[in-house]
């Protein structure tokens, strides 16, 4: 866990260095990660630089959190475009529906009735299924979709 007494004032600059504040984003312009995410070297150990910014910035993270990236770019680092939260609320804050959605909504799958509406709202949360409904028109089952996450999640922007 990284400590705002592990960060000396060089190490500091040089992270600051590769940050281009020249924009509200503060973006990280140095090395990164397969994911996207920034590789900082902070007292001798590499650390992601969102996490490290969040440290120097705002504070230490607590034990157990992450730092989640509202805007879903992960060359970020601003304090402002980031927030604490536990993994199950970084899990669940996700733009999109996943690879292998057949609908390409998030939360909206094909119905299983042969007869019916063809569409079907499934969230999942905590390991258990809720349902939103079954629907004839995707886009009012993607926002029965986000309404269902909006209920269901903690940080409630139920994209």
């Not at 312009?29 to 490290?52: D, E, I, L, P």
């Not at 402002?80 to 939260?85: E, T």
């Not at 909504?105 to 349902?131: A, E, M, N």
Request: aromatic share 8%.
């Amino acid at each position: 866990m990284l400590t705002v007494a592990d960060i000396s004032e060089a190490d500091a600059a040089r992270f600051w260095s590769k940050v281009d504040k020249t924009n509200g984003c503060w973006i990280w312009r140095a090395a990164k990660n397969q994911q996207g995410y920034g590789r900082a070297r902070v007292a001798g150990k590499y650390h992601t630089s969102h996490r490290v910014a969040w440290t120097l910035v705002m504070g230490e993270i607590e034990a157990g959190q992450v730092v989640d990236h509202i805007c879903f770019n992960t060359s970020y680092v601003n304090p402002k475009h980031l927030r604490v939260a536990s993994q199950k609320q970084n899990s669940e804050h996700l733009r999109g529906a996943t690879v292998r959605s057949k609908t390409g909504i998030r939360g909206v799958i094909p119905s299983s009735q042969k007869v019916g509406k063809p569409y079907r709202v499934v969230v999942r949360h905590h390991g258990r299924k809720y349902y939103g409904g079954t629907f004839d028109d995707l886009h009012v089952a993607e926002q029965a979709a986000v309404r269902l996450r909006s209920e269901l999640f903690t940080h409630a922007d139920g994209r």
